[in-house]
């Protein structure tokens, strides 16, 4: 904390209450530098930050002080318009909670209008065609790394930023390799700030110790905690470009893949869990359920668990460790489920090359959210290993995609 704040706290209590609450809200005394905006002419702020460093509420303080500068209307995009309610307007840190009760907006209709008049309009970029028509004098955009249909939401805002004399828009995020956030950072009329979780010394002691200390150094949390964007290993067998996502179509057979530890403790490697489904001529990635540090009754549970939400056809197990063991756990969860054991002859990165050869095809498409899967398939190299640890989640999606596709070409109907 900065000496400034230190003697302002220490002064605080004997300063009148009106002074005391006009304190409180001057942004410019409590902000951290990186969520100040920078000097100097630029289109867009790209603000990439760990989780907590306070982007969001960098992003309410400054549409707050453009709405007090009479400076509107603003657009407020988030990934759907229930996350921009949610996060950017009534959240811990959103516009509501930082400006004063008597200068401070009301929502109506998805629009927050302050007093003075200016409004900011909440936009969902899952929907790029709300962008039709609305113009705007500035925007944020929150969590743009997550947007699913990030290029166009983004364009068809660029059409609609044309008010003003100085069109801005503020780009809050946790950083991910996509399209547009290579973009954003290669155009000369972006600046970036950067900041990291542990900036934020108002974060649990709890969040610091459990969260932070499990995933440092580790590619989720030098994304998440430290706010990189992380580049692809060129060793590695997969690329993130070839992610691509599954928009929805008719799957065939389905199966639970599970790659078990040898033990069920605490430093046990994870119970690779992963839910695949028949497409075409490849696959599509429903779900990774793994799990780790815990008893084979636990992962046995979350697998059967996960052949009757997807209604899979059978599991796919691997027994190198366990043997007949691990089908008697399977059976004491559910005796009824159909299970397949598979064992592995051959090293993990000759058994996964045939699996990423199908990715380069375009044969196999992901569903949201299976980041933790995505950053272990990308950070797998020759040595067999994810970051020095046992790649569980890719082995089992090996395990799933070979009995899906590899060991039958032939696209099966379900049930037959």
Same mark, same amino acid.
């Given at each position: ?21 006009? @304190?409180? /809200?001057?942004?410019?005394?409590? #902000?951290? *530098?990186? &969520? $100040? ?5 630029? !289109? %867009?702020? +790209? ?109 068809? @805002?660029? /059409?609609?930023?044309?008010?003003? #004399?100085? *069109?801005? &828009? $503020? ?5 991910? !390799? %996509?399209? +547009? ?109 793994? @799990? ?125």
């Amino acid at each position: 904390m900065s000496t400034l704040r230190s003697s302002l706290l220490r002064e605080a209590g004997q300063l009148p209450d009106n002074q005391i609450r006009r @304190l409180a /809200f001057n942004w410019q005394v409590w #902000a951290y *530098p990186h &969520q $100040l905006p920078p000097e100097g002419d630029w !289109t %867009t702020w +790209l603000l990439l930050g760990g989780r907590g460093a306070g982007k969001t509420r960098a992003g309410a303080e400054w549409v707050r002080r453009l709405a007090e500068e009479g400076v509107g209307p603003i657009a407020l995009v988030g990934e759907t318009m229930t996350e921009a309610e949610a996060v950017m307007v009534r959240g811990e840190s959103g516009v509501l909670r930082v400006c004063p009760p008597d200068r401070s907006p009301k929502l109506r209709e998805n629009v927050l209008i302050w007093p003075n008049g200016v409004e900011a309009h909440l936009l969902p970029a899952s929907d790029p065609e709300r962008f039709r028509g609305p113009q705007f004098a500035a925007a944020w955009c929150d969590e743009t790394g997550k947007w699913k249909k990030a290029e166009a939401a983004f364009d068809m @805002l660029q /059409f609609g930023l044309r008010l003003g #004399a100085r *069109p801005r &828009q $503020l780009v809050t995020t946790t950083p991910r !390799t %996509t399209k +547009l956030m290579k973009r954003l950072m290669a155009d000369d009329a972006t600046v970036i700030t950067r900041a990291k979780t542990k900036v934020n010394k108002h974060l649990a002691d709890a969040f610091m110790a459990a969260v932070v200390a499990r995933y440092r150094d580790t590619v989720l949390g030098r994304q998440e905690l430290d706010g990189e964007l992380i580049e692809d290993r060129p060793d590695a067998l997969w690329q993130r470009r070839m992610f691509a996502r599954f928009e929805g179509t008719e799957l065939g057979r389905i199966v639970v893949a599970v790659d078990p530890p040898v033990t069920g403790t605490e430093r046990s490697d994870a119970c690779g869990i992963v839910v695949a489904g028949r497409a075409g001529e490849g696959a599509v990635v429903l779900e990774d359920a793994t @799990l780790k540090g815990v008893r084979p009754d636990i992962w046995a549970a979350r697998a059967v668990a996960a052949f009757h939400a997807h209604e899979a056809d059978c599991i796919v197990v691997e027994v190198n460790q366990g043997g007949d063991l691990v089908r008697q756990v399977l059976a004491q969860v559910d005796g009824a489920v159909p299970v397949r054991t598979v064992r592995a002859s051959r090293g993990k990165w000759v058994r996964a090359e045939p699996v990423a050869a199908l990715y380069a095809r375009g044969l196999v498409r992901h569903v949201s959210g299976l980041t933790a899967l995505e950053d272990e398939l990308c950070a797998f190299g020759p040595d067999g290993k994810a970051e020095g640890h046992s790649p569980d989640r890719v082995d089992a999606l090996v395990w799933a995609l070979t009995e899906l596709v590899l060991n039958d070409a032939r696209p099966r109907v379900r049930g037959l």
